[in-house]
Every structure is written in structure tokens, then in C-alpha cells.
């Protein structure tokens, strides 16, 4: 089944918020899953509307060589900058 990417800009968030899932973005902005949607927003939206955002890692993403690239010590230390 395939799924139209809606390319209106999304409205404000609501003081009552609304999750949206992230799954994919680039230099022109987001797409996010929203009420059964996919939908492109822009960078200047994600600015104005998000106020929390959560990374979802498996387990094994806290060992050495998870994968090419990925620094899991520096995560937890970035981390541990914003907790602060």
C-alpha cells in the first residue's frame, strides 16, 4: 500500500502538543508520520513547533562498533551536557 506524502506545510502545534514520528529529513526540512500521514515540514516548523524530541537506540548501540560512524561514548557525553 502506498502512501502520499502530503507536501502542505503543517499548521502550529497545539498548547495540548501532538507526537509526530520522524523518518526521514535533509537540507529543506523534516518528514514526519502524523495521523496516518507522511508529511514534509520545514526546517523553519521543527524550529517553531517541537519543544522535545527522543532517539530510539537498541541496546547494542552502547558497544564499541555498532555500526560505521556511530560514536556511542560521545552520544553519552553530549548527553549528559543537555541533562545539565
Not at 506524502?5 to 537540507?27: C, E, K, M, R, W
Not at 519543544?51 to 548501540?61: K, M, R, V, W
Not at 555498532?66 to 545539565?84: E, K, M
Request: contains cysteine; glycine residues 10%.
Amino acid at each position: 500500500m502506498a502512501v502520499a506524502i502530503s507536501n502542505n506545510a503543517p499548521g502550529p502545534l497545539t498548547n495540548d502538543g501532538h507526537a509526530v514520528f520522524a523518518v526521514g529529513y535533509d537540507q529543506h526540512g523534516v518528514t514526519v508520520l502524523t495521523w496516518g500521514n507522511i508529511q514534509k515540514a520545514t526546517w523553519a516548523w521543527w524550529d517553531e513547533c517541537v519543544d522535545e524530541a527522543y532517539a530510539i537506540l537498541p541496546p547494542e548501540a552502547l558497544h564499541d562498533g555498532f555500526t560505521p560512524g556511530f560514536d556511542g561514548a560521545q552520544l553519552r557525553a553530549d548527553l549528559a551536557d543537555v541533562a545539565n
